[in-house]
């Protein structure tokens, strides 16, 4: 099971994810997976920001507020027994994390592998913590990496792929040990390492990947996910008063979900369950008698077509126009090319139907970087004209299986954004026909969502 920042974030609540341990211990064997507490990985990521620009004042003192954060939860969760040798490995941590900082600031310098080693403070801290609370509740429970757990990965910094058949077999011969025993392992979430030991992290909101990469090695009767909500909801509950929680989805759309809902869960989490069909649970931390969200391979909610809509926020356009594209077959091909060697993700990509321009959508962070690339790459060749970026813009994504096959779908989508007189600047469907996707402008975003949710009744129950 894996417990979410919301979940870690203060003594209170992470004495409550021990019980939940406990609660569920005598008849299982369970691993922990631990996220950073609260928003501490955007903390380290701030900080990390600040010390490349010598913003020494303003480091200190986030720096301190995180710190002080951990000794106080660690002291305070702990027993008067234990607490001295918690308080040691956390204050030499603590002391690790400042060096990485001054190095940071003195060589003025924020590489992704460095970002990584500055991010992994945050896991392997509250990992930490989590253990003790465990113990204290008379268990063996002991922290590691997700590098020490096994999780071996490339050395893309930031986004790392798992080896998967290294990190199964690893997994298994350093976690089947301990759970023999007895041991409950507390695994850090968002991070692992390459095969010669450099800490690298999975993207964020990685830990739910951990958690599904450990369940899948093991192959786990469950994986639970522990969060703030009461499981996978028909939209975000911020943007949608009467949004509600679905209590089947199948893997297929809950990898929508994730992929567009972009902090609810990780992208690629729910890759390593479906592949070994190992169902999920969504729960509530402070509600864990509720059932949650089941994500199984199992057909889910007949008679819904669409079931839940989510918004993915700070997006980019970047167009690339030109009437030598037309009829000319590698076009969206060399536009992919020069993105994926400059290392832009493109989340959506949408050709008019003259084929004089092609639409990619990428994070509003790397619009320039795709911009440059782009005209780099294919300006001054007769295929491209011009290429020009929109930064403002979020993707709204309407995710259902029973979408597959059905028509009018889309035109009711579009129906009810249109009657709230939004524009609707890029359309695209996913090859998957389990969702439709279009970008609105980033202020029109809610709007769309709550539209959408009115349209196919998605607050009332389903039949
Ligand atoms: P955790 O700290 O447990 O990893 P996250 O903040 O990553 O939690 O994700 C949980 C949050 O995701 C919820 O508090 C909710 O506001 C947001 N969210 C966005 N879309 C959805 C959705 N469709 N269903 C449930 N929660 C959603
Ligand atoms: N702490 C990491 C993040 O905030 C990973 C996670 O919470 O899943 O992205
Ligand atoms: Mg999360």
Known sequence: MKFGGSSLANATSIRNAARIVQRFSPENKIVVVASAMNDTTERLLEIGELAQ?????????????????????????????????ILDRIN?????????????????ELTPRSR??????????????????????????????????????????????????LSYHEIRRR???????????????????????????????????????????????????WTDVDGLMTADPRIVKDARVLRTVSFGEALELSYFGAKMMHPRAM??????????????????????????????????VVKAVSIIRSVGIVTVSGTGMIGSPGAAAKVFMALGSSNVNVMMISQGSSEATISCIVARKDTD?????????????????????????CIIAVVG????????????????????????????????????SFVVSEGQGPEAVQAIHEEFQLGKASA
């Open 53 to 85: 620009k010598k913003e020494n004042a303003r480091v200190r003192k986030i720096l301190g507020i995180t710190q002080r954060l951990h000794v106080k939860t660690a002291r305070s969760v702990s027993s008067r027994k234990t607490s001295r040798e």
């Open 92 to 108: 030499q941590l603590n002391t690790d994390l400042e060096k990485t900082v001054e190095g940071i600031s003195h060589l003025r």
């Open 116 to 165: 990584d080693y500055l991010l992994s403070f945050g896991e392997r801290l509250s990992a930490l913590i989590l253990a003790a609370a465990i113990r204290n509740l008379g268990f063996k429970a002991q922290s590691l990496t997700g590098g020490e757990a096994g999780i071996a990965s490339d050395d893309k910094f930031g986004e790392a792929k798992p080896l998967a058949e």
């Open 175 to 225: 976690l089947e040990p301990m759970l023999a025993k007895n041991q409950i392992p507390v695994v850090t979430g968002f991070i692992a390492a390459t095969v010669d030991g450099t800490i690298t992290t999975l993207g964020r909101g990685g830990s739910d990947y951990t958690a599904s990469i450990l369940g899948a090695a093991l192959n786990t009767d469950e994986i639970w996910i």
């Open 271 to 304: 890759q390593p369950a479906a592949q070994r069909k190992i169902p999920v649970r969504i729960r509530n931390s402070s509600k864990p008698t509720l059932e949650g969200t089941l994500v199984s391979s199992g057909e889910t909610g007949a008679g819904r």
């Open 369 to 393: 970087n795709a911009v440059r690339a782009l005209q780099l790459a294919l300006l001054g060749q007769g295929l491209v004209d011009k290429v020009v970026a929109e930064k403002d813009a």
């Open 401 to 436: 299986s029973g979408m597959k096959g059905t028509p009018g779908v889309a035109a009711r989508i579009f129906g009810a954004v249109a009657r709230k007189k939004i524009n609707v600047r890029v359309v695209a469907q996913g090859s998957s026909e389990h969702n439709v």
